[in-house]
């Protein structure tokens, strides 16, 4: 069947292939047309060299290409042998199903959750700058748009003036699944309190503390500057700014959470500091040191739940335990995807203002 012109398609790689089929049946149900995801693979030789051939036409569509870089649960023969799939695996899939398209889509939007590289935002050495050779990379293929969540620092966007980079809070899932699992919230400042685990995530915090209307507090990571260890210098204490947590309900929020070591040890003082219910927030729950210290961490009562979304693939393990909570985005970014294809706005979507205080104030209400 031929292409009309702007048909909304979508192309998910392996690494997000079930973000895709579950986004595609809500589009769907939708727009009450069959599944909109074009098939594709990116199969490897021996040597570990790869390729992606695609489907079937992409031919003057709007298309929308998934990617999950973080995945690190897929696997790929090389000499004989088995590699885990890296970040840059995943990006230089990317790269392969956007030259496969050759040019022939009208337009090209990438939904890359997880920014790759955006953690190295910024150099103090001689280092590489990766996150915005990839901007570049996208934008000199001919790419149109890039949805990303919570980058780890939204200015990249100025490596590419000219290309659209949307950078989506999560806060109203993060608010709604909070409101919901836990009915006794009081919401003012003399009973909850939002803090900062260092000074990066200041404006999450505040975004997310002026809508709710009460104070924050912040964590200043104390480094030492005269060494480095493992590429960064390494923390020696974290130190608190802000006014009293005693007796106080306080929700930590972050961009992701790595190995957990900074986060737990933010959990931990608060807990000493007289806290009442610590609740974590943080949209990519990498947890790359594994599972066991957070348990230990829970059973000491460090904290009372972990809210992650799942935008990148999760551990197994990790949706059993009794302090984990998944915020479900697969609607948000069909809804996302919906408008972008009719070309409506997305402002409000990118950063949800007015919806979190209609539902602060349903449950204030209610």
């Known amino acids: 069947m031929p292409a009309r012109e702007n048909t909304l398609s979508l192309i998910a790689l392996e690494s997000a292939a079930r973000m895709g089929e579950k986004i595609s049946r809500i589009l769907s149900e939708w727009r009450e047309e069959e599944s909109f995801l074009i098939p594709v693979e990116c199969p490897r030789f021996s040597s570990g060299e790869g390729k992606c051939i695609i489907g079937e036409s992409v031919r003057d569509r709007d298309l929308y290409i998934l990617v999950d870089v973080c995945n690190s649960s897929l696997t790929y023969k090389m000499d004989?042998?088995?590699?885990?799939?890296?970040?840059?695996?995943?990006?230089?899939?990317?790269k392969r199903v956007i030259a496969a398209c050759n040019g022939?889509?009208?337009?090209?939007?990438?939904?890359?959750?997880?920014?790759?590289?955006?953690?190295?935002?910024r150099k103090t050495m001689r280092e590489s700058?990766?996150?915005?050779?990839?901007?570049?990379?996208?934008?000199?293929?001919?790419?149109?748009?890039?949805?990303?969540?919570?980058a780890h620092d939204p200015r990249m966007q100025n490596v590419t003036p000219l290309t659209?980079?949307?950078?989506?809070?999560p806060s109203l899932q993060?608010?709604?699944?909070?409101?919901t699992e836990y009915e006794d919230l009081k919401i003012d400042s003399e009973h909850m309190m939002f803090i900062a685990p260092?000074?990066?995530a200041t404006g999450r915090v505040v975004f997310m503390a002026s809508l709710f209307g009460i104070n924050i507090g912040m964590f200043y990571k104390r480094r030492d500057y005269t060494r480095i260890v493992d590429g960064s210098n390494p923390v020696i204490a974290h130190d608190f700014c802000g006014s009293s947590v005693a007796g106080k309900d306080v929700i930590v929020v972050d961009d992701m959470i790595a190995s957990g070591g900074s986060m737990l040890d933010t959990a931990r003082q608060l807990k000493e500091m007289g806290a009442g219910r610590v609740f974590?927030?943080?949209?990519?729950?990498?947890?790359?040191?594994?599972?066991?210290?957070?348990?230990?961490?829970?059973?000491?009562?460090?904290f009372d739940r972990i809210f992650t979304t799942n935008l990148i693939w999760q551990k197994p393990a990790l949706k059993d335990r009794p302090w984990y909570f998944s915020v479900n985005m697969d609607r948000y970014i069909a809804v996302l995807i919906d408008?972008?294809?009719?070309?409506?706005?997305?402002?409000?979507?990118?950063q949800p203002a007015a919806q979190i205080r209609e539902m602060l104030d349903l449950y204030r209400n209610r």
């Not at 022939?104 to 935002?121: C, D, N, S, W």
């Not at 993060?174 to 409101?179: D, G, W």
């Not at 949209?283 to 348990?295: I, Q």
Request: net charge negative.
């Open 198 to 200: 260092d000074e990066g």
């Open 339 to 350: 408008a972008m294809n009719r070309g409506s706005s997305i402002e409000k979507l990118t």
């Open 80 to 94: 004989g042998g088995l590699n885990r799939m890296s970040p840059d695996d995943h990006y230089q899939d990317l």
């Open 280 to 302: 974590i927030f943080s949209t990519f729950g990498l947890f790359t040191s594994g599972l066991d210290k957070f348990d230990r961490a829970y059973e000491n009562g460090w």
């Open 129 to 150: 700058l990766d996150c915005a050779v990839m901007l570049r990379e996208l934008e000199q293929m001919g790419v149109h748009s890039l949805l990303t969540f919570d």
């Open 104 to 121: 022939k889509a009208g337009r090209i939007t990438v939904i890359m959750p997880f920014l790759y590289e955006g953690r190295q935002h």
């Open 174 to 179: 993060f608010t709604q699944a909070l409101l």
């Open 164 to 169: 659209s980079l949307e950078n989506v809070s």
